[in-house]
Structures are given as C-alpha cells and as structure tokens.
Nanobody, 124 residues
Framework: QVQVVESGGGMVQAGGSLRLSCTTS????????MGWFRQAPGKEREGVSC????????YYADSVKGRFTISRDNAKNTLFLQMNSLKPEDTAMYYC?????????????????WGQGTQVTVSS
C-alpha cells in the first residue's frame, strides 16, 4: 500500500521561511516524479513545483519562482520544498504527489498518489 506523508507546515509571518518534507512508502521513490501542489479555500488546485525522478529537471509555477526550491533525497525517500520570502497569498494546504511519469510541468491530474496535505498559513 502506497503512503505519502507531508510535514513541515505551520504559521509564519510574511517574509519568513518554511521547509516542507514528504516521505513515501510502498513505492520505489527514486523512480517516481514528485510534485508539490497547493489549494487555498475557494480556489483551484495549483501545481507549485515538480521534479523528475533523478532531480535533474524541475518546474516552478511563476508565482513561486525565485522563492521556492524543490529537492529530493532518493536515499532517504524524501522530497523537500524550501519556501522563502513567504507571502500571505502562499497560504494554502500543500500536497505532495507521486507518479511514474514526469510530464515537465505540474499537472495534478497526471499524479497518481497523494498525501493528506500540510497547512501553510502566512500572516501579513
């Protein structure tokens, strides 16, 4: 049974930083593309950042370029999202997802396995 578990969310003031982590079990992590998605109340889910299985190819939404960094440690089955210069508009539930195919961009419908999410709240 595949499990995807996010952690690291919390409350932070604007301009602050958070680091999200995502661990998986039940799949061969190093062969899966991974992604971070977010959804704010009343808004559609957004692909924040995605990364190929090797880590060699990454994608960032325009809204987070230059502020967020995605990375992965295949030896530890862990995905990270370093979020700096956070803004109130980054407030959302953040989800980690996995799929065998890396499509080059973050399209949620392309991802098979999903975590339950971790809440990020940025106050002004």
């Amino acid at each position: 049974q595949v499990q995807v578990v996010e952690s690291g969310g919390g409350m932070v003031q604007a301009g602050g930083s958070l680091r999200l982590s995502c661990t998986t079990s039940g799949l061969t992590f190093g062969t899966y593309a991974m992604g971070w998605f977010r959804q704010a109340p009343g808004k559609e889910r957004e692909g924040v950042s995605c990364i190929s299985w090797s880590g060699g190819i990454t994608y960032y939404a325009d809204s987070v370029k230059g502020r967020f960094t995605i990375s992965r440690d295949n030896a530890k089955n862990t995905l990270f999202l370093q979020m700096n210069s956070l803004k109130p508009e980054d407030t959302a539930m953040y989800y980690c997802a996995a799929d065998l195919v890396f499509g080059g961009v973050c399209r949620g419908y392309e991802y098979t396995y999903w975590g339950q999410g971790t809440q990020v709240t940025v106050s002004s």
